[in-house]
């Protein structure tokens, strides 16, 4: 049973809890009015690599929200983290992804890459095409550090699943012969772990607030955060139901969500 009284922070995923694709989801308003209103710090966490920070607040903003660009964490700014303590400045790195993540990589300090990349960073590309999964794989071959921003197989839209950024990872894994070096996102540990510094909380009294079991459920539990899943994107309440690492709680939506929260005084 989830005690909201022992809540002092929120990790909040967003695709398939805030949003599905462009549609904002039931309770977007009504959750930033709560922990505002309380002040309870927050962090929007995301294993979708192919937006920078800066586009998500863009996003937000269309949707009537001011969130400042510090508490949006994705899978994308925590590789950079990775990357900064491999690598030095000005280290070739090679993106098999979208420009989110180019536009961190250069943001970094790194140097876009082609040829000698010493490391492959891997996202959801929509532009995925055979001779950019070439390119990526004679890299990785050739001895470059295979890093993976998520492994999440598909991701929630509008439409239904769509293969998402563990897709592309699986097509490098069978090109290459080889497991990534490795992975950021969720249910691995590097995407909590720059959320709870970013907070200043501690696991026992953090929400993680999320859609999908096997990301968002189970590597909260791992990582010993309290849990609630949603079932406005990926995961089904038998699915949750059945887990090995069942959620706390389990809500609709995030609308039904805040109401408990609120009813919980």
Known sequence: MLDFSQIKAVISDMDGVLWLGDTPLPGLHPFFQHVQSRQIPYALATNNSM?????????????????????ILNSGLVTMIYLRRHFPPGTGIHVFGG?????????????????????????LDYNLNYEKLKRAALLIRAGAQFVATNDD????????????GGSMVAALRTATGREPDATMGK???????????????????????????????????????????????????????????????????????VTAWQQAG
Do not use: C, W
């Not at 540990?189 to 993680?208: K, N, Q, V």
């Not at 949603?230 to 389990?250: C, W």
């Open 153 to 164: 197989a598909t991701i929630p839209i509008s439409e239904g699943l769509a293969p998402g």
């Open 187 to 257: 249910p691995h540990p590097p995407l909590f772990e720059a959320a709870m510094e970013f907070l200043g909380s501690d696991p026992a009294h953090t929400l993680m607030i999320g859609d999908r079991m096997n990301t968002d459920i189970a590597g909260a539990v791992r990582y010993g955060l309290r849990t609630a899943l949603v079932l406005s994107g990926v995961a089904t309440r038998e699915e949750a139901l059945a887990s090995e690492t069942p959620p706390e709680a389990i809500f609709d939506d995030l609308g039904a969500l």
């Open 51 to 71: 937006k920078a920070p800066a586009d998500y607040v863009h996003k937000l903003a269309g949707f009537g929200l001011n969130v400042p660009e510090s508490a």
């Open 99 to 123: 420009d989110g993540i180019r536009t961190l990589v250069r943001q970094a300090g790194f140097t876009l890459a082609d040829e000698g990349a010493a490391a492959v960073v891997v996202g």
